[in-house]
């Protein structure tokens, strides 16, 4: 039963997206020349009912292609096309939190041969039925005999090996991205292989929960006592390479909080840059894991994260500079910036940038935090972004720019961000965010001044403060 949850081998895990490809074209074709022949509406149903479709066998695949709709699932697909939500980013949605699940003895049996515990030794109390199933596991309540609540993440059986194969099949992400943005209808200048590689490096790392439990810990020790931002403890003990517990994290979850009042939708809208930036503002390392499932709302403007699978740590060189480059922009020092994007490498070989180039090109890259604060979030701004990072038109400064692998994340890290806060409609003052915890500025906002006071009562560094050696994942 084990061996049968996660399809396995190159062959039957992609047969199923390659067949669904082939239908779909030809739906699309027929659902066309209905509406031309009188069906109005032909072509909005085929794209409601192909999208159900597409998520149920993205869903039931596991491993990466569950991974990979979740990540397009996050971003704002508004942004990128005539405005609409489109049904497949709507009914995508469901991945962040539901998938099939386990039946409850496979669950209570992988649970027992991990930890070397029948289930009622390891817990006073385990809720058979998951609160959410994902992509590589799903997630159960319990009661430790101390009293604690807990959340307990088991991975699905086979899903290592599905996963080991799809990274072996660097086609089979490459064609469900292109299947994606084909259905969508929508052109995206993206390297498919590139990003295909990426999501596959990214959900390899999730696969190992000791690494997952040794990145709670870190980041419980980071954001130890701060006001608003709340990160479970893990369990290592209940812990194994399939099985993590940690405790558990209330509040509500996206779809609730897509629901809320706005003042509440603000105040989580600056949490989330505050959590998203202090990893590389106070430590050296980015959260990397961004859709909004991974996030529980609190009713009092708090935030907490449930998934640590995806941490990337940055060489202290590049993130000084990074940090540098922002505020020397900021602050219109033009020769100042070109001077650190030089020593950094950030200018590509073989061409040439200006102090007024490289300039225009950080405006373009932080459209928030240039522009008049507060700053509204809207589909409208992360076209922008995006169309910035498009090095296929001609007038491109991005196609002058240097990224090696660990300055992606300097760019993909916010766009995530701040399409996360476009859903929610924020309002934010994104300059006085970014200001007060480089330490460029005092903070002028109410969850602003109760960070920075959590900074310096733990000692902590700001972002324009150099250190010698990571504080996060070092030991990972």
Known sequence: MAEELVPKGRIRRTMPLAGFTARAAGGRLVAGLREKAGDTGAVDRFHEKTAERYTELLGHSKGVLMKAGQIFSSIDSSALGDGRVSPYERAMTRLQTQSPPMAPALARSILESELGLPTDQAFAKFTDEPTSSASIGQVHRAVLHDGRQVAVKIQYPGVAQAIREDLANTELVTTFLRTFLSLLGRSVAIDLRATARDISERIAEELDYRREAANITTFHELFGGHPFIRVPQAVPELSSDRVLTMTYVDGIDWAQAQESSQDLKDTWGEALWRFSLSPLQHASAFYTDLHPGNYRFGLDGSIG???????????????????????????????????????????????????????????QNNPDVVGPQPVTYTAQLISRNLATLDTSRPDSLSARIALPPDLIYFVRVPLGVRSTLSKLGATVNARAVVEDMTGAAEPTTPLGIQHVAWVRERGLPFGLEPREQPKVGAQL
């Open 305 to 363: 994260i449930v998934d640590f699978g995806s941490v990337k740590v940055i060489p202290e060189r590049l993130r000084l500079a990074w940090l540098q480059m922002i505020v020397a922009n900021l602050q219109k020092r033009t020769a100042d910036l070109h001077a650190v994007m030089t020593e950094a490498g950030f200018i590509a070989a073989g061409t040439t940038m200006t102090t007024d180039e490289v300039h225009r090109w950080m405006d």
